[in-house]
Structures are given as C-alpha cells and as structure tokens.
C-alpha cells in the first residue's frame, strides 16, 4: 500500500498550493478513502472512539448490498418472465442465474455509477467552493437513489434528479447535517414530479424490451401488486412472494425479507434507529387495522377490497419495508430527539399506508409520508425539547 | 484501558524547578505580582486576578523568579520558579477559622482558594457568592483516576478540618461516594450531607452529583471540590502551611511500572518521565485521557492534576480501514467486529480514527451523558452561541468534563470540550 500512499504524498503539494487548489477536497477526499489518517486528537479527550463518519455510512451501505443484489437478479427475472425466457429451472435455480444477474447488472450498474459521479461531483464542487471536506453523507444516498428508481430510468434522467436532490435538498440548507429533506428522497421525488411517466403506472416496473424473436407473453401486466390493488382491488401476487420479494417494483425496495436483515444489522450495530422502525411498524399496523375496521363504510367496492387486506400485506408490498429500514432512519432528516423519534416513526407508517390507499394518482405513500414527515420533524422536536424547557423553568420557580 | 495503576504510593523527590501557568485557573486574568529575579517564599502571591484581586496564585517553593514567559500579545504563558535547597514556608497561622470571613481571608491569601470551583461555569469560585452548598467529590470513575480513599490514608485529620473550614462556608456540604465505598475517612466523614452513587463514568462527574441532589437552576451557585484537595485545604489551616502536595495515580500504558507518587503542583517533571515512562512516544497527559492536558517531555506538574497518564502517541494511517471489519479496534458502537470480544481491555493511543465532520447522527450522546438535557439540542445552541437557547437547554448544569465521553463516542470528531469551554466563558462575560 505503501505505493499507494506515495502518489498521495507526491501530489498533494500540487492541490495545496497553486492553480490547482480547488481540486484539493477531491485529493482529500480520495485519499482518506483509502486510509483512515493519522491525525491524532489535539484538544479534548485524549483517546477517541475508531468510529467515524465513513464507518457509519459504510455499515448502511453493507446493509443495502443484500436488497441491491436481489434488486439485480430481480431486474433479470422479471424481464425474462415477460418475456417467457426465463431459465429452463424450477424455484430458486430459475432466479439465480447469470443471465438474470447479467441483465439486471447491466440495467443497474450504470444507474448505480451515474448517481455517484453527478452527486459528488456537486458535493466536491461545493466542498471546493465552501472550503470544507467532502462529507461522506452522499456514499449512502447514491446508493438509495438508483434503488428507488425503476429499472428502466433514463440515465440523464437519474443524473438531473441526483443533482436536483444535492443541491436543492442538501447544499442550500448548508450542505451534510443541516437538511430538511431526505436527500434520496428528493431525488426520487423529483423524478416522480419531473418524469411521472417513467416513474409510475403499469410499463415502468419491468424492462420488457425484446429483440428479434422475442415477445412480451399474453396477457402480460407490469403492474405492480399495489397498482393491481388500486385498479382492482386485488392482486395476482402472494404475500410470499412479496415477501422474498419475487415481484416488480423499485430496484431495491421488492425483497422485505432481505430488507428486514439490513434493518437488523442497522440496529444491531447502532446505526439506525430502531425506534423509527418499530415506531414505523406500529404505524402500519395501526393503519391497517384501522382500515380492516372501516373498510364495509367505503362506497366503491375498489376501495373496500383495497381497504379490507390484512394488515401485514401492507408491510411486505410496496415500498413500505425499504422506506421504514433505510429512509426513515435517515438521522438528519428525521426527529433529533429519542421521544421525538417514537412520533415521527408511527407517523411515517401511519401516513404512508394512509396516502398508499387513498391516493387515487398514485399507489404508494412512503415516499411522501417521509417527506412530510420530514418537514414536520423540527416540530416534533421542537415540542419534545421544549418540554425539557418547560421543566427547568417550572423547577427555577419552585 | 492497559496500564492500571498499583495502590502502592511513593515519593518523588520535588527537584528545584517549578512553574505557574496562568491559563491553568480558569476565570482568572493574570497580573503578576512578582518581577524575574525577585525572592520568593511559598505561599507568596506570584500573580493575581485583575478583576477580583484577593484571588491568587501562590509559589509553591520558596526561591527565586527565573523567568516570566510571554506569548504573543505579550500574554503571561508560565511563571518559571527556581527553588531553594531548603524550602521556606510562609505561616497563614494555625489553628481552625472561627467564622466564614476568617475562613476566606486565609484561603484567599494563601492561594488555598483556587481549589474551589464554581458552578455553573466552572471558573475559579468568586468570594462575594453565596452558594448554596459545596459538593466534595470523593468519587473517581474517569480512567486511572486516584481513588480518594487512598489519596486520603494518613490524612484523616487534615480531611475533617478542611470539611470544617467548607462548612463556615456555605450552609450545606455535600459529600458524594461510589455505592461501593467502605473507607471510614469517607463513610464515617462528619458534617456532611452524605450521597452515595453507582455506575461508571461518568457516574463520578461533580455535575452528576448536583443533578441528583440539587439542581442548579439560573442563578443559583454552588462551589465544588475534590476530596484529595479538603485535606490540602485542612493541611493548610492545622499547619499554617500551604502545600499543593497530592497522591497522584501515573498510569496508561507507556509507565514502566504503572502506580501512584506523592507529587506536588507546578514541580517539573522531566526527571520523572526520564526514570518512569518507557522508550517509544508516549503522550503523557495531566488528568485523565478524557479531560486531561498534555504535557510535553520536559513539561510542568499543573496545579489541579491529581493524575497523570501516558498513553502511546497515535501513528500511521490505517488503510481502508473504514471498511475492513476492524478486529481489535475500540468502539462503543457495533460497528467493528470487536463488539465480538467486549471483556477485553485496549491500549488506546491517542489516535483521532478520523476527521472532523458536521453533526450528522442523533442520539449517539444520550447513552453516556446522564442528565435531563438533550446533548444534541444543547451542543447546536452552543455551536450557534445562542445564549438564550443555552440557557433553557441547562448549559448552567453542565461544565466541559461532562461532555467528554461523548467526544470520544463523537462519530463527527467534533470538539465538543472547548466548544463548551468557548460558551460558557462567553455566557460569563455577558451574565456579569
């Protein structure tokens, strides 16, 4: 590694002198992604924990690695299912396979490459600009954003989303830690906005392009289970099936079981929160019970059926499990306080699952939920703390 | 943390060159009270506080001024102090107080006073206050910390007159022990107010302790005090004499033979990490690993050190390491496999594992910061140097030392001990 090390050495009189000072935080940057520096504590305590930002963000992205491969073999599967090419194979043989792997991997890769060159280089622009290092934030939410993205977005159009989100919803509020907004989320809610037709209906969820002597398979829908809900109010999908996530839908967001094990390392090494999680879950749940409930007062026989599902199905279609696990927990984005925390997760749950069935434009919630949730976040702290405050007066009064 | 000290205490010969550093009391502007060459006995005021001139800081030895070091804006850095072979100390007449006003000229004149903390702000305690109670901290849980058990063993006496002498001084006394102390120096101590608490650091802090007893609302001050330190005051008024002499635990894994020396404020210590600490870089700490302040090879004893420790210097980058699983490295998160092994003791240097990045993750301090406050909420307001804001989240409960682990834990590396310190010196100045 010693090499390795030298080039950093030999080019870093270069970018801390001289014309080429604005590429200092990239050579910052790169070099501290390959070795954590030496830099010793100067004022405080002397002795500090090996954690820092890189590791936190590290352990979110080994959390995704699991929904994201499956997302991979999963766009391969659900292209070669319709277009009946699928693996002579039965069960998981017929979805492990290197052509689905191959295809997936071509469709998402470049999204996955795409997404991190237009982010950091805003960020290293910025960090340029505003002479600071470039924080690490971005190499957890270029990951999240080509995983909320259906397989077949436009590259260009993944790009502009991912400049939108860093710069709209990160670097005019002040760059890593003062954000409003999830910036994944901004992304993808742009993109939903900006490009509605690649981001929703029935075409988006599956590549279905065929070359000669290949085609679509009768009756072929690519909608998915929650789409087939609203329209129908029932769906071709088990909850098995959704559950290990053999359905369509977002790149990363199909595969609950997958999602869940990243939910529990996240929790397991401290990292997300688990109270956001549950807080979640909880919310869900009590939405879902709360429509079984009222489901026989609806007056379009649609909405009853979509309303009187099991609760748990809520859990495992859409993009509920991926939201709660990675989107929620985001911790700038979401409440400060621990209290703050409970509130906010039983509301991004209750919410979400609220907008998924009512909101006739569009079959899922999650995404707005957070984001409304998002902005009320500061609010709920804001009464939590000021509780605190409450206190310490009441007590300098007595 | 390797390198726990021995019980065993020892004596260091003193050696003859001492020095004073201003910037050691905090809440004090300096103004020299000696020139460089002047005579001095112990106990003689080397310089005192501009704004309060009965606070000052006394020399430790009798002997000559050497020298006077300046900074830049010729600000005083240290006082350096040549002492006799034979040591001349000034008498402040023994012989307990008989009220309160006595009780503070003597500790005033003999530099005794500096030993006082006030609270809130954790400055140098001013005379014309009145607090409400005086804490005596008798319970040590940062890393290697002189237990106050034995720093006390043979100074019984000299511990129940200083408890006297604190007594005149404020209407209660609060003493504060470990759940699990059995010393009689300490269970048995009269006049006071006894409390005693659990749990590891910082179950020990001062700040704790006036959380759980009495909390300081705007306002109100109290003073605190170590409990090594009572003895030194009631030494003082048995003898007449004042020496800053402590049972000090040299510990860390860069000590030869970790263990405890009866040292006195201000002496020099080169000789001392000559004989004690072994070859390689060592950064040798006055204080804990958490609160402490370096002190270079041929560094000064500061006079409120009660412990040293010497911990490896930090060297070399650590390649990939953010990713590789990270056997063997400190982490109170689970993120490195180390949560694997979580009996084993760790020979930590003084590595930074990274660098400084904004406030990105929540709830990270709660877990080592015992207060009803929200260590998040508080630190934004102190870093926006909103005082209003401070003053409502309860920056008037805590001093630097309390966010301490949570600097350790700190995933962003910010130094949240001096952001404390700058706030709440900046408060001082505005409140009074």
């Known amino acids: ?398 | 943390m390797v390198g726990a000290p021995s019980a065993q205490v020892e004596d260091f010969p003193l050696g003859t060159s001492f020095a004073l550093s201003p910037d050691e009391y905090i809440g004090i502007a300096p103004k020299l009270a000696v020139k460089e060459g002047d005579a001095v006995q112990a106990g003689d005021a080397i310089f005192y506080d501009k704004a309060e001139n009965r606070i000052r800081v006394t020399s430790p030895v009798s002997g000559k001024v050497k020298a006077i070091v300046r900074g830049e804006k010729r600000r005083l850095l240290q006082i350096l102090i040549e002492a006799d072979a034979v040591i001349r100390y000034k008498n402040f007449g023994a012989g307990l107080p008989k009220d309160a006003e006595a009780a503070k000229a003597t500790l005033l004149d003999s530099g005794a006073w500096n030993l006082l903390e006030m609270r809130p702000y954790g400055r140098v305690a001013n005379p014309s206050d009145a607090p409400k109670a005086i804490f005596v901290n008798a319970m040590a849980t940062a890393p290697f910390a002189t237990s106050a058990a034995l720093a006390l063993a043979g100074r019984e006496e000299a511990f129940a007159a200083g408890l006297k002498v604190l007594n005149l001084l404020a209407p209660k006394t609060v003493l504060s022990l470990d759940k699990e102390e059995k010393s009689d120096v300490l269970t048995q101590a009269q006049g006071v107010d006894l409390h005693r608490f659990e749990g590891k650091h910082p179950a020990g802090n001062t700040s704790v302790h006036i959380a759980a007893v009495s909390p300081l609302n705007k306002g109100e001050v109290v003073w605190a005090i170590q409990a090594q330190d009572v003895a030194i005051l009631g030494q003082l008024f048995l003898t007449g004499e004042y020496r800053l002499d402590r049972v000090v635990s040299v510990a860390g894994s860069g000590m030869k033979s970790p263990r405890h020396f009866t040292l006195r404020g201000g002496m020099n210590l080169t000789n001392f990490f000559k004989e004690e600490v072994k070859a390689g870089v060592y950064r040798c700490i006055a204080g804990s690993v958490l609160t402490g302040k370096a002190i270079d090879a041929e560094g000064y004893l500061s006079a409120s050190a009660s412990q040293i420790s010497v911990i490896p210097e930090g060297r070399g980058t650590d390649f990939m390491g953010w990713v590789l699983p990270g056997i063997g490295k400190y982490s109170i998160s689970r993120t490195f496999m180390s949560w694997l092994t979580p009996g084993k003791t760790y020979d930590l240097s003084t590595k930074l594992h990274g660098e400084e990045r904004a406030f990105v993750v929540t709830g990270q301090y709660d877990g080592v910061f015992p207060f009803d406050i929200y260590p998040n909420q508080l630190l934004k307001s102190v870093w926006a140097k909103d005082l209003e804001k401070m003053e409502a989240l309860g920056i008037y409960e805590v001093v630097p030392e309390d966010f301490a682990l949570c600097e350790v834990i700190c995933t962003s590396k910010q130094p949240l001990q001096q952001m404390v310190r700058e706030a709440l010196d900046i408060l001082h100045t505005e409140m009074n």
Request: net charge neutral; aromatic share 14%; charged share 10%.
């Open chain 1, 1 to 398: 590694m010693k090499f390795l090390q030298n080039i950093f050495d030999a080019t870093r009189p270069a970018v801390t002198t001289g014309k080429l000072k604005p590429l200092y935080p990239l050579h910052n940057a790169l070099e501290t992604m390959m070795f954590v520096p030496d830099h010793n504590a100067h004022s405080g305590a002397h002795v500090r924990d090996a954690i820092d930002l890189k590791r936190t963000m590290v352990t979110v992205i080994f959390a995704l690695v699991p929904a994201l491969i499956f997302g991979i073999f999963n766009g391969g599967y659900q292209h070669f299912k319709a277009i009946d090419e699928l693996a002579n194979a039965s069960g998981w043989a017929q979805f492990f396979t290197m052509d689905n792997f191959l295809f997936g991997a071509w469709k998402i890769v470049p999204m996955i490459a795409v997404t991190y060159m237009a982010g950091l280089g805003v960020e290293i622009y910025f960090a340029g600009r505003n002479r600071h290092p470039v924080n690490e934030g971005f190499l957890v939410s270029g990951l999240l954003i080509p995983m909320t993205m259906p397989i077949d977005m436009p590259l260009w159009m993944v790009a502009i989303s991912t400049i939108f989100a860093v710069l709209i919803g990160k670097e005019v509020f002040g760059g890593t830690g003062m954000n409003l907004l999830n910036p994944a989320l901004t992304a993808r809610a742009f993109a939903f906005f900006a490009y509605p037709s690649f981001m929703s209906g029935d075409k988006v969820w599956i590549n279905t392009s065929v070359e000669a002597g290949q085609k679509v398979v009768d009756g072929f829908s690519g909608a998915t289970a929650l789409g087939q809900y609203a329209t129908t109010g029932t769906t071709s999908f088990s909850a098995w099936d959704a559950f290990v996530g053999l359905i369509p839908g977002s790149i990363g967001e199909t595969s609950t079981l997958l999602i869940v094990l990243g939910g529990i390392y996240l929790i397991a090494t401290g990292i997300g929160s688990w109270k956001i999680m549950l807080g979640s879950t909880l919310g869900a749940i009590s939405m879902g019970l709360l429509f079984n409930w009222a489901a026989p007062y609806m007056l379009t026989e649609s909405q009853e059926q979509f309303m009187s599902i099991p609760f748990y199905y809520h859990l495992v279609f859409g993009s509920w499990a991926f939201a709660t696990v990675f989107m929620a927990t985001d911790p700038v984005s979401a409440a400060h306080t621990e209290r703050g925390k409970w509130i906010y997760g039983f509301l991004v749950g209750f919410l979400g699952i609220m907008i998924r069935v009512f909101n006739p434009a569009y079959p899922e919630g999650m995404m707005l939920a957070i984001l409304f949730m998002n902005v009320m976040a500061p609010l709920i702290d804001h009464y939590v703390v000021n509780a605190n405050i409450q206190k310490r007066l009441k007590r300098a009064k007595a």
